[in-house]
């Protein structure tokens, strides 16, 4: 259990994170339970880790997507050309159509990336939740715990485990207190997108996501 926790631990260190992840499963495959809360911690950040790569990914194909998306004025005015002049009609709706299709390849391509991100968070999760259970005492178990709960956007059980790690270990009161202004601003902007149908729009899911 010990040598691939340390495998896990090197390879996390080094950013290796398949690697960090594979060496934490064979640790908890040993079932060697003094060691299964540290090791939940740990993959749970390897798999934050991965969360954030992806997202950083995520970004670079929403700012290219951005720059491929035509303005309006650019479509109204190729549809003018293609009204005066019938005999090129067909190449520039051609050439619509096929940005079209370019724009929603790209666009399916950002909604697995963003899938990806989630599917990282959502373990992550998973494994810090079950690390606070076997380690109550531990205020890094919880500050872990809120950190992930707080990319996915469940702001009030962040806050929540936020505040066990305060009440666990008192001298935190300073490093979280930025971090509860920033949880709190997060609320601002997401009641912001509640009142545009976030939960059924997937687009300001992404968008909610990008800009972290």
Same mark, same amino acid.
Request: net charge neutral; glycine share 4%.
């Given at each position: 259990?010990?040598?691939?926790?340390?495998?896990?631990?090197?390879?996390?260190?080094?950013?290796?994170?398949?690697?960090?992840?594979?060496?934490?499963?064979?640790?908890?495959?040993?079932?060697?339970?003094?060691?299964?809360?540290?090791? /939940? %911690?740990?993959?749970?950040?390897?798999?934050?880790? &991965? $969360?954030? !790569?992806?997202?950083?990914? +995520?970004?670079? =194909?929403?700012?290219?997507?951005?720059?491929?998306?035509?303005?309006?004025?650019?479509?109204?005015?190729?549809?003018?050309?293609?009204?005066?002049?019938?005999?090129?009609?067909?190449?520039?709706?051609?050439?619509?159509?096929?940005?079209?299709?370019?724009?929603?390849?790209?666009?399916?391509?950002?909604?697995?990336?963003?899938?990806?991100?989630?599917?990282?968070?959502?373990?992550?999760?998973?494994?810090?939740?079950?690390?606070?259970? /076997? %380690?109550?005492?531990?205020?890094?178990?919880?500050? &872990? $715990?809120? !950190?992930?709960?707080?990319? +996915?956007?469940? =702001?009030?059980?962040?806050?929540?485990?936020?505040?066990?790690?305060?009440?666990?270990?008192?001298?935190?009161?300073?490093?979280?207190?930025?971090?509860?202004?920033?949880?709190?601003?997060?609320?601002?902007?997401?009641?912001?997108?509640?009142?545009?149908?976030?939960?059924?729009?997937?687009?300001?899911?992404?968008?909610?996501?990008?800009?972290?």
């Amino acid at each position: 259990c010990l040598k691939y926790k340390y495998k896990g631990n090197a390879h996390l260190e080094a950013n290796e994170i398949k690697e960090a992840l594979d060496s934490y499963a064979y640790a908890l495959d040993t079932n060697y339970k003094p060691q299964e809360g540290i090791i /939940l %911690l740990m993959r749970a950040t390897a798999y934050l880790r &991965r $969360a954030y !790569q992806h997202q950083q990914t +995520l970004r670079d =194909l929403v700012f290219q997507f951005r720059n491929t998306i035509p303005q309006l004025s650019t479509i109204q005015l190729a549809y003018e050309q293609a009204t005066k002049h019938p005999s090129i009609a067909n190449p520039i709706l051609n050439r619509i159509i096929d940005t079209d299709v370019h724009i929603q390849k790209e666009f399916e391509g950002t909604k697995y990336r963003h899938g990806l991100y989630q599917y990282a968070l959502l373990h992550s999760a998973q494994d810090a939740l079950r690390a606070t259970q /076997l %380690l109550p005492d531990y205020s890094k178990s919880w500050l &872990r $715990a809120g !950190q992930i709960l707080n990319e +996915l956007w469940k =702001l009030n059980e962040s806050t929540q485990y936020y505040d066990k790690a305060l009440e666990v270990d008192p001298s935190l009161d300073e490093k979280l207190k930025p971090i509860m202004e920033k949880i709190a601003k997060r609320q601002e902007l997401l009641n912001g997108a509640r009142q545009y149908g976030w939960t059924q729009d997937e687009t300001i899911r992404i968008a909610l996501d990008v800009v972290g």
